[in-house]
């Protein structure tokens, strides 16, 4: 082991590295998530984004309907009396977060 120089800046690259492989995967989850959004407008699709800050990212949407399109929901309406009426019909989830988030990837490339 005596003669074992360390490089210099080597945790710094590896930061850097490990930062960049970070960004990457960020954009293919994101990628993914519009690939598998469905298309009624084009809305939903458009406005998925991501941001990251440090060793946290978020990819999402600001849109107030995009979670009962990942889960499904309950049809209601809103009558006239100011009441939430549901009609009994069920609006199908249609998953495309979540499986972009769980898409077995590989480091260096797609699984």
């Known amino acids: 082991m005596a003669d074992y120089v360390e490089e210099p800046g080597w945790r710094e690259q590896i930061a850097a590295d490990v930062r960049d492989m970070f960004g ?3 954009g293919d ?3 993914d998530a519009k690939r ?11 406005s998925l984004d991501s941001e ?3 060793d946290t990212a978020r ?3 600001e849109l107030n309907y995009a979670l009962y399109v990942e ?5 209601a309406y ?3 009396d100011g009441q939430v009426h549901y009609t009994g019909a069920v609006v199908s989830p249609q998953p495309y977060l ?9 480091i260096g490339g797609d699984a």
């Open 29 to 31: 989850i994101l990628e």
């Open 52 to 54: 990251i800050n440090g």
């Open 98 to 106: 979540r499986p972009a988030l769980y898409r077995k990837r590989s």
């Open 36 to 46: 598998l959004a469905p298309v009624d407008t084009g809305r939903l699709r458009e």
């Open 71 to 75: 889960e499904g929901h309950r049809v």
């Open 24 to 26: 990457k995967l960020v």
């Open 59 to 61: 990819i999402g949407t």
């Open 78 to 80: 809103r009558g006239a």
